[in-house]
């Protein structure tokens, strides 16, 4: 099956700045206009977007030295972004608004520029099963669903679905910040984590509800979905031309499922 898509990079740069995720250090990011995919330029070195180049997966994904793309990523490929130059003076991206939000305004606020097309073949479906994790992508029109489930933990179960256009992922996704249960946040912060987030960029899952005010009620949800999106971009397949379920899956099951995308796609870029 055959799925065409115009590719897009941004009309001119936007920067960003602010503090490193987990960190802490002042960080800035310049994503410009690009022609090759996303790559990342870090210190004379340039890092092709791939699952290839992943090294890392725990509390976030690593690519090649640089931490914390998934966010960055996901704001790119759900702004329907196809080719990115991203400049960083850190090897980790800036927490922000703890989701994609800003990037996302970011990127709008710049406007975009058609630069040709991608044409996608896909020969099957593609699942990555690990029980009780589920992972199916096939070729679609952006419909994307997560499954977030904690069995006998609160908040217990939630779902969120989204058919993928710049508009419902500026305002439904984006938004979505980052989320830590409450028994994890003091061992996170002795392991010198989360360091640029707080109350305000971050959620917390207490034992019967949330600790702070949450954006939605299936906050933790949509952030899950936003990862996803991040973590699936590396595969270079616009998220628009796929259809996705995933249920309980983290950065390092999202990354194996864009491994084996890469392998059952073929992308050609005019």
């Not at 800003?102 to 040709?116: L, Q, R, T, W």
Request: glycine fraction near 10%.
């Amino acid at each position: 099956m055959k799925r065409s898509f115009p590719r897009r990079t941004l009309a001119g740069p936007v920067e960003f700045q602010g503090l490193g995720l987990h960190s802490g250090r002042r960080a800035a990011v310049v994503v410009r206009p690009g022609s090759e995919g996303y790559r990342f330029h870090l210190d004379g070195d340039t890092l092709a977007a791939s699952p290839n180049e992943v090294t890392d997966t725990s509390r976030c994904t690593k690519l090649g030295s640089v931490s914390v793309v998934e966010h960055l990523l996901s704001a790119l490929a759900g702004m329907g972004l196809t080719d990115a130059e991203i400049d960083l003076s850190e090897p980790e991206l800036p927490a922000l608004d703890g989701a994609a939000a800003e990037y996302a305004e970011g990127f709008e606020s710049v406007g975009s520029k058609d630069i040709g097309r991608i044409e996608l073949s896909m020969f099957e479906r593609v699942f990555l099963i690990e029980p009780p994790i589920r992972i199916a992508i096939s070729v679609g029109t952006g419909h994307w669903r997560f499954d977030f489930e904690c069995d006998d933990r609160w908040p217990h179960s939630q779902s969120f679905e989204a058919l993928l256009d710049p508009a419902t992922y500026r305002n439904e996704i984006a938004p979505a910040r980052t989320f830590a249960f409450e028994e994890e946040v003091e061992p996170l912060r002795a392991a010198g984590l989360g360091k640029g987030l707080d109350e305000g960029t971050a959620l917390i899952l207490g034992r019967d509800g949330y600790v702070n005010r949450a954006r939605w009620p299936d906050e933790p949800a949509r952030h899950k979905l936003l990862d996803l999106i991040g973590d699936l971009a590396l595969a270079g397949v616009p998220p628009c031309l796929l259809d996705v379920v995933a249920v309980r899956s983290g950065h390092r099951a999202n990354v194996a499922a864009a491994q084996r995308l890469a392998q059952h796609v073929r992308v050609e870029r005019f």
